[in-house]
């Protein structure tokens, strides 16, 4: 999908977020891309057409950070809504957010991710998260630990 099918939809673009943990550790990106580029967030995209959401989860999480990840359960389902100046709906999303486990590979920042590597749970307080992300990041935690 491009840039110009993505701007200004006539309605909201499938989406998914996964939340990667290992070790005590989430694996985030910096957005290369607009929306929210610049930002760090959990991997993710669009869901290609044919494509299931799971396999839209994995093959995100590969493209952009270059690990295999085994796809969980559902965290969340969120909407990602930016207005232009004029307060026009220029961009939304709906996503479903993933809990995933890592299975292998080395992390590897893709072409339009501008930084990819494991950050501790500890440590996320210093990035700037937006609150949708640290919120379904602590949603996957939570659930992890219940199982």
């Not at 957005?31 to 929210?36: C, K, S």
């Not at 869901?47 to 990840?69: H, M, P, Y």
């Not at 494991?118 to 949708?132: F, G, M, R, T």
């Amino acid at each position: 999908m491009t840039k110009d099918e993505r701007e200004y939809p006539a309605r909201p673009i499938a989406g998914v977020g996964v939340v990667v943990c290992k070790e005590g550790a989430v694996l985030l990106i910096r957005r290369g891309n607009p929306p929210r580029r610049g930002e760090w967030s959990i991997p993710g995209g669009v869901v290609k057409v044919g494509e299931t959401w799971r396999a839209a989860a994995q093959r995100e999480v590969r493209e952009e950070c270059g690990v295999k990840v085994h796809v969980g359960a559902i965290v969340d389902a969120i909407d990602i809504v930016a207005r232009d100046e004029t307060g026009r709906v220029q961009y939304h999303y709906a996503v479903v957010d993933f809990a995933a486990r890592y299975v292998r590979g080395k992390v590897r920042a893709a072409s339009d991710v501008m930084e990819a590597r494991w950050v501790p749970l500890d440590e996320l307080d210093a990035l700037a998260l937006p609150e949708q992300t640290r919120a379904v990041i602590g949603k996957a935690m939570r659930e992890s630990m219940n199982q």
